[in-house]
């Protein structure tokens, strides 16, 4: 069965300070690993997916098959930033089927 | 830029009774998914649709959930009678192709059994 574990519910950061936000995965197969974000009263939107390697808004993400994780990180966290990150895994070929995280807020002080 | 869209944003109904959401994907996309929250919890999977057929359900979606596309541009979620404990927020969501690609989801359905 897939998995996905994000142990922090919330994660209250200083603007400028650098933010980490956990996840770690359970899979047998090679995932599809994704960060999806919800701004206040918004929708959920896609911010950024392993195999793109991009660094979106600051954030970056890295796959890491050894200890099955997909750690969110942005050096320097910004009040902008501040939303529900969720993290989500996609494990079967032929449909994204998305398995998400709990959610961590994510709140950024001035 | 296209969205998907959810109407409506709020529905409250009585245990038993049968409600439809209604959700109109991206035009050109061509894999159609309903997720579900419960207040405080995860955001599951329910259903994926394509090719006007369910492609893959979870464990949730029993007898009770259907879907349809009863035409080009909508896809309905429709809960036959509804119980207390399907109150959660619907997320209807859309994707240009299947596997690894960016679904986009709705606003999302506030479902209140009361």
């Known amino acids: 069965a897939q998995r996905v574990t994000q142990p922090e519910k919330l994660l209250s950061v200083f603007k400028g300070a650098p933010v980490e936000l956990k996840c770690n995965y359970s899979?047998?197969?090679?995932?599809?690993l994704f960060w999806y974000v919800q701004y206040s009263r918004q929708r959920l939107q896609l911010l950024l997916r392993?195999?793109s390697r991009e660094s979106i808004k600051g954030f970056t993400a890295d796959l890491n098959k050894g200890e099955t994780s997909f750690h969110l990180k942005k050096p320097f966290a910004q009040e902008e930033d501040s939303a529900m990150y969720y993290c989500?895994?996609?494990?079967?070929?032929?449909?994204?089927?998305?398995?998400f995280g709990k959610g961590t807020m994510l709140l950024v002080s001035p | 830029e296209p969205e998907v869209t959810q109407t409506p944003s709020h529905q409250v109904t009585q245990m038993g009774q049968e409600v439809i959401l209604r959700c109109v994907p991206i035009?050109?996309?061509?894999?159609f998914y309903w997720y579900r929250q419960i207040l405080g919890q995860k955001v599951e999977f329910l259903v994926s649709?394509?090719?006007?057929?369910?492609?893959?359900k979870s464990e949730i979606f029993d007898d009770q959930f259907s879907v349809e596309r009863p035409d080009g541009s909508n896809f309905t979620l429709k809960i036959r009678s509804t119980k207390l404990e399907d109150s959660a927020m619907y997320f209807c969501?859309?994707?240009?192709?299947?596997?690894?690609?960016?679904?986009?989801f709705g606003q999302g359905t506030r479902l209140t059994v009361v």
């Open positions: 969501a859309s994707s240009s192709q299947g596997p690894n690609t960016e679904a986009f």
């Open positions: 899979y047998s197969g090679s995932p599809e």
């Open positions: 392993h195999i």
């Open positions: 989500a895994l996609s494990g079967r070929s032929g449909y994204s089927t998305l398995t």
């Open positions: 035009s050109n996309h061509l894999y």
């Open positions: 649709f394509y090719n006007n057929e369910i492609s893959e």
